[in-house]
């Protein structure tokens, strides 16, 4: 059974600065040096789950990541996917940029500053390697607009202490061909820093 504890030790594990860097060394043509950092927020927007802020940028450009969002952990009670994380949009993107290293950005987020993303929950399981799998609702509700063109978002993850698994594919709603995304699989994080959670 999934507890709080279980869902205090995924935030544990999703907060902190991960690098892809041994795998963009490796296969450069297919993998750019690429940084994600999840901070929990300083003051949590409201006492239900536990909330973050995600940043993913390139290694060369930090303060200009090109997809940034608001997380919030929650339990589901469903015992197929026990937790689910809801996904959400700042209003003012530009204008936190960077707050996932500078978190005194971040203290004045509030409710009315974000967007939920219709159709973008993410259903998460515990699996027996003591990991947590993560992906995408069904259906092609999370629309996602790359270089002027709209696509559904197919979007899964695994995580653990210390390392993130992620891939994230855009396909044509009307085709299902696909559209922007790895071609050459899931990209591979490191944890290189951790970052403190604390349960509201």
């Excluded at 059974?1 to 043509?29: C, H, R, Y």
């Excluded at 995408?136 to 899964?156: D, F, H, I, P």
Aim: proline share 6%.
């Amino acid at each position: 059974m999934v507890s709080q504890k279980d869902l205090l030790t995924l935030a544990t594990w999703m907060a902190g600065d991960f690098s892809n860097w041994e795998q963009a060394i490796e296969n450069p043509p297919f993998f750019a040096h690429i940084r994600v950092c999840i901070r929990p927020l300083p003051l949590p927007l409201s006492q239900e789950g536990i909330w973050l802020y995600s940043e993913q940028a390139y290694d060369y450009e930090l303060n200009r990541p090109y997809r940034t969002a608001i997380l919030q952990l929650l339990l589901s009670g469903d015992p197929q996917s026990p937790i689910f994380i809801e996904n959400y949009k700042i209003k003012d993107t530009v204008a936190y940029f960077g707050a996932s290293r500078e978190p005194e950005k971040l203290r004045s987020l509030q409710l009315v500053d974000i967007d939920k993303l219709t159709g973008c929950k993410m259903l998460v399981k515990l699996t027996p390697q003591n990991s947590f799998q993560g992906a995408v609702e069904a259906g092609k509700g999370c629309m996602v607009n790359r270089n002027g063109q709209e696509t559904y978002l197919a979007s899964e993850f695994e995580i653990s202490e210390t390392h993130f698994s992620s891939l994230d594919r855009g396909y044509d709603p009307s085709t299902d061909e696909r559209v922007w995304g790895s071609i050459a699989g899931a990209f591979e994080f490191k944890k290189k820093t951790q970052f403190q959670v604390n349960f509201p």
